[in-house]
């Protein structure tokens, strides 16, 4: 064999193989086009379609801290003794400080009965003392705390939820002050609950709904839950809305009724009273006496600045006011300064009475 053959074979040999091994050649699949977020303006800014799915999702929130000071917010130096007779000293009576984080995520879709709604919204929050509560065989340490402050299921005007009471609710809680409960209570809090809405679509809608309550006192002890009954009227003027809650527990009755009128684009105005005996245990009367008023409005001097004003009377001779101002510096960030004042009447006779100054800043997202 000469190398002339010998390199001819060597060639055809090389070739076969190449052959060989394309015909085994793994082919790649190119990969398929990512699917980018998109927006979901159905239910407004912020949302965005869950990715391969047509629910749309909004995470929100904020970071919120808060400073106390006076007879109010501030703390009070106070002794307290455990089960060893060890005393606890608290000698910080000045700053009361608070950082609040909230999460909130509000997932929605439109369905055959209508939108479908979860909501969740919980806080994790620091306290600048340690705050000891006795549990019964040991004291606790609430410096530290986290809530699960609401978990809403929303299917058309069907609703099953942990969340803020109907009966507080349905009248659009209290003022836009920050501390809206000085004085005179106007919510029993927050409960379990299944409720049905009717909006009419007209600005007229109604609700009625079942409660657990809370608390040893006022979690229902049988299979008769608390009701609740509720119907409001919303125009350009302003709104209309009253409230009737039943005790099964205690067979007791108290109801609310409340009115907002915006007087131009800057004032707005709003009353409630309610009516109920607050001297005997009843989830709903949450103040003293038979009756109980509350008021106030917002008068908003610029985009970026407004005034709140909330005054509270009820039968037991408690008063309760609070003037605070709610400053947008930048979108997003808001600083509140506010003033409150508290009068109750003491069960010996006479009143006793106090101030106290709250400052809260809040980024919100």
Aim: aromatic share 14%.
């Amino acid at each position: 064999m000469n190398i002339k053959s010998l390199l001819l074979g060597s060639a055809a040999a090389l070739v076969a193989v190449s052959g060989a091994r394309a015909a085994d050649a793994i082919v790649v699949a190119e990969p398929e086009p990512a699917e980018y977020v998109r927006i979901c303006d159905v239910y407004g800014a912020g949302y965005y379609y869950i990715p391969g799915t047509e629910t749309c999702l909004k995470i929100g929130g904020y970071l919120r801290y808060d400073i106390g000071v006076g007879d109010l917010f501030g703390i009070e130096s106070e002794d307290k003794e455990d089960h060893f007779n060890r005393i606890h000293d608290n000698y910080n009576d000045t700053y009361f400080k608070r950082m609040r984080a909230q999460l909130t995520f509000d997932a929605r879709s439109e369905t055959e009965y209508g939108t479908l709604r979860g909501y969740i919204a919980t806080y994790f929050q620091r306290d600048s003392f340690n705050n000891l509560a006795y549990t019964g065989d040991s004291w606790s340490d609430t410096q530290s705390a986290w809530a699960l402050e609401h978990a809403i299921i929303q299917l058309g005007g069907l609703t099953i939820a942990y969340t803020d009471s109907l009966f507080e609710t349905l009248t659009d809680s209290a003022g836009s002050v920050i501390n809206d409960d000085i004085g005179v209570n106007y919510t029993p809090g927050k409960t379990h609950l299944i409720a049905y809405t009717f909006d009419a679509g007209n600005g007229f809608s109604a609700t009625v709904g079942v409660e657990e309550g809370s608390g040893e006192l006022y979690t229902i002890d049988s299979y008769v839950p608390h009701v609740v009954a509720g119907a409001s009227f919303t125009q350009g003027w302003g709104k209309i809305a009253g409230v009737i809650g039943y005790d099964s527990v205690y067979g007791e009755v108290a109801g609310k009724v409340r009115v907002d009128v915006n007087v131009n684009e800057a004032l707005s105005l709003w009353v409630m009273g309610g009516i109920g005996d607050g001297d005997k245990l009843n989830y709903y009367a949450t103040w003293g006496g038979d009756w109980a008023i509350w008021g106030g409005g917002k008068y908003r001097f610029t985009e970026k600045a407004a005034l709140d004003v909330q005054l509270a009377y009820d039968d037991a001779e408690t008063f309760g006011a609070a003037v605070g101002v709610n400053y947008e510096l930048v979108p997003g960030f808001n600083i509140r300064p506010e003033v409150a004042y508290e009068r109750v009447k003491l069960i010996g006779g006479g009143h006793e009475d106090g101030w106290g100054g709250y400052l809260r800043f809040q980024r919100s997202f």
